[in-house]
């Protein structure tokens, strides 16, 4: 009996897994398309780095409902290393064009559809990040733990872009654009070193 008790248990734990990737993974595909608007619009270099980055949590979101599938080690370390080498190509990207921008001073616009979008994307990340934490330790799944994090930071960059793209509205700071960039590539650059030192 316990046992029957501890399966079903963990095929619960499962399920609510794969539903919080399925749910992160359609909110940043949506994401994607509506950042990718407001990016073009604004000329914002942030925006596009948050484009990115959603492109990025699509791909991890994919490989741990692909390792959710077959818990094999072997599977685990792959899926592990494919989330950190995402996180490398995307500081690489930000910190070029970041710089880049910083150099000529170009000044994005205004963006109002990039503050909502990134306001209401930052409570979501920061909710889905809760659940996948929580149902990561209880089937002690180190793939999703980490995608969790993914998901975190998903949400604190979403949270330092609206801020950059707030300050820049409301005080014509157009350098707090490329500057919010910077504080992707740091949290990109960590997350990579603690996922593939895991």
């Known amino acids: 009996m316990p046992s029957s008790f501890a399966q079903n248990s963990s095929t619960a734990l499962l399920r609510r897994g794969r539903q919080l990737e399925v749910a992160t993974l359609s909110w940043n595909v949506l994401g994607v398309i509506v950042v990718a608007y407001a990016a073009v619009a604004a000329r914002s ?6 484009g990115v980055d959603s492109v990025i949590e699509i791909g991890a979101s994919t490989v741990v409902l692909w390792e959710l599938a077959d818990v094999a080690q072997s599977r685990q370390d792959r899926a592990l290393r494919l989330i950190a080498y995402s996180f490398v190509a995307l500081s690489v990207y930000l910190a070029i064009q970041s710089t880049i921008v910083l150099v000529v001073g170009f000044r994005p616009h205004h963006s109002p ?11 979501t990340m920061f909710a889905l990040a809760a659940g996948k934490a929580r149902t990561g330790r209880a089937l002690q799944n180190s793939v999703l733990v980490a995608e969790g994090r993914v998901t975190m930071i998903d949400g604190i960059l979403a949270g330092a872009v609206l801020l950059g793209l707030a300050v820049n509205a409301s005080l014509g700071w157009w350098w707090a654009d490329p500057l919010a960039g910077y ?16």
């Open 183 to 198: 504080v992707i590539v740091y949290y990109a650059v960590r997350e990579a070193r603690a996922t593939l030192t895991h």
């Open 113 to 123: 559809l990039g503050i909502g979008w990134t306001a209401v994307t930052a409570f």
């Open 45 to 50: 270099v942030a925006l596009a780095g948050f």
